[in-house]
């Protein structure tokens, strides 16, 4: 089927996430992924762009690493699936294994899902039930910060602060509170941590967080110290401490984890994403041993959630075979390098009038583009994106928000590319704001 026939038909039948349809069928222009190796997608027309956010923060390691689809084949062979009740098999057991060696000491035991939602998902439904039959009934309400992003299913819709996403379903979801973030005032976001924890710790399940990098509410970073204090806070007032590792985890702020970064043992934490590094849907969500411990008993005290493909053993192998690629490539290595650079390159920008709050994190750089409408809703960042598309890098903005997030093994004279084209790209559109401007 050549181009032009694909899209027709995706324009006639397909709903797009995200995507202002009818805006997109008016003028959109997809690339139509016919291969894609490494940072790059190969268009059905023939041209190739560089994946400046990983398709979705999802492909650490590029498309099709070799020995990724080698693991996902040999495990196809052999079987593609069963549920994990009543039968277990090798790809799930010594990936959990696995796990727990690479992850914070305290966290003891794995439960997977599908996806980094319902990681969350599991994760909410662990505490409060926990909370539920361990003499705390009343420890119901949950706790997350200003711009958080932790998922799209209706449970963890409530934990999310950016507007845009919620406003559909905000008389529909339980009740959270969002804290103010430290991304915008570390003093002020403790300070009102420490205040809600000493009014109202009776009520509370969980404060949930992801570390160090709000991603989807604007890749907005904060100090490590705020997760300390909020670890201590939350012990002393025997509150649980959930981490939402789905973007930060796999070495995307730098170590593998980045709770490692600031030192802190959560209660809980939540990997998706680089965990089958793009491949498949697959998550998990890490207990500790004590959270663990609270389910024993009775019938009726067991975690009564799971659905038909947690445990898949397609998504376990890969993910498998990732920790190994990690460790034999190794690939943290790699990334401090291409990080440095990275964030070498966005340092260019520092001081150039349109620009804001240039940022670098690990493998992610970003900065903001000045804009009357601040935020999700912003389309400066789009003018941006197309201006790339032009120059053969697919770089999806967040709103008025321009970053990179490639893969973490991204090669080098890619990567120069990549940074290259969202540079001259950010130019010419500032150029062209100021001409309208004058205009
Ligand atoms: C992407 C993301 C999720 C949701 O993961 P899905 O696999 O898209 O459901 C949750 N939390 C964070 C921090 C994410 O970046």
Request: proline fraction near 5%; aromatic fraction near 8%.
């Amino acid at each position: 089927m050549d181009r032009e026939a694909i899209v027709a038909r995706d324009k006639k039948y397909l709903w797009h996430p995200y995507t202002p349809m009818a805006e997109y069928i008016e003028s959109g222009d997809p690339i139509v992924v016919d291969r894609a190796r490494g940072a790059r997608l190969y268009d059905r027309d023939g041209r190739e762009y560089l994946e400046g956010n990983s398709s979705w923060w999802a492909s650490l390691l590029g498309h099709n690493h070799p020995r990724l689809v080698r693991a996902l084949e040999e495990q196809l062979e052999r079987f593609a699936h069963v549920a994990l009740a009543g039968t277990t098999h090798e790809p799930a057991a010594l990936l959990a294994e696995k796990l727990v060696a690479v992850t914070p000491e305290r966290l003891t035991r794995v439960f997977y899902s599908d996806n980094g939602s319902t990681a969350l998902e599991a994760a909410i439904k662990l505490s409060a039930q926990y909370w539920h039959q361990n003499g705390a009934p009343g420890k119901t309400r949950f706790l997350s910060l200003a711009e958080a992003f932790h998922g799209e299913t209706l449970g963890v819709t409530a934990l999310g602060g950016v507007d845009a996403f919620r406003r559909p379903f905000g008389g529909l979801v339980m009740s959270v509170t969002h804290l103010p973030s430290p991304a915008e005032d570390l003093d002020r976001a403790l300070e009102s941590l420490r205040g809600e924890l000493e009014r109202s710790s009776r009520e509370i399940a969980a404060l949930v967080v992801e570390p160090l990098v709000q991603g989807a509410g604007g890749m907005r970073l904060y100090s490590p110290e705020y997760l300390r204090r909020a670890r201590e806070l939350t012990e002393h007032y025997g509150v649980h401490l959930i981490v939402d590792e789905v973007f930060t985890g796999y070495g995307r702020t730098g170590p593998m984890w980045a709770s490692s970064l600031a030192g802190i043992e959560p209660d809980v934490l939540c990997t998706a994403k680089g965990l089958s590094a793009g491949l498949l849907p697959f998550a998990a969500t890490l207990a500790s041993e004590e959270i663990f411990r609270g389910f024993d008993g009775g019938e009726e005290r067991a975690f009564y959630y799971g659905h038909t493909y947690f445990g898949n053993p397609l998504g376990a192998a890969v993910a498998l075979e990732v920790l190994r690629v990690y460790e034999e490539e190794r690939i943290l290595e790699g990334a401090e390098v291409r990080a440095a650079f990275l964030a070498r390159a966005f340092d260019s920008l520092r001081g150039v009038p349109g620009v804001r709050n240039v940022r670098a994190l690990g493998m992610i750089a970003a900065f903001d583009l000045e804009d009357e409408v601040d935020g999700y809703l912003s389309r400066a960042g789009w003018r941006v994106a197309r201006a790339a598309k032009r120059r053969g890098a697919l770089v999806r903005p967040l709103g008025n928000v321009v970053y990179l997030a490639p893969p973490l093994n991204v090669a080098l004279e890619d990567l120069e590319r990549l940074a290259a084209i969202v540079l001259e790209s950010t130019r010419e559109v500032l150029v062209e704001i100021e001409a309208e401007k004058k205009s």
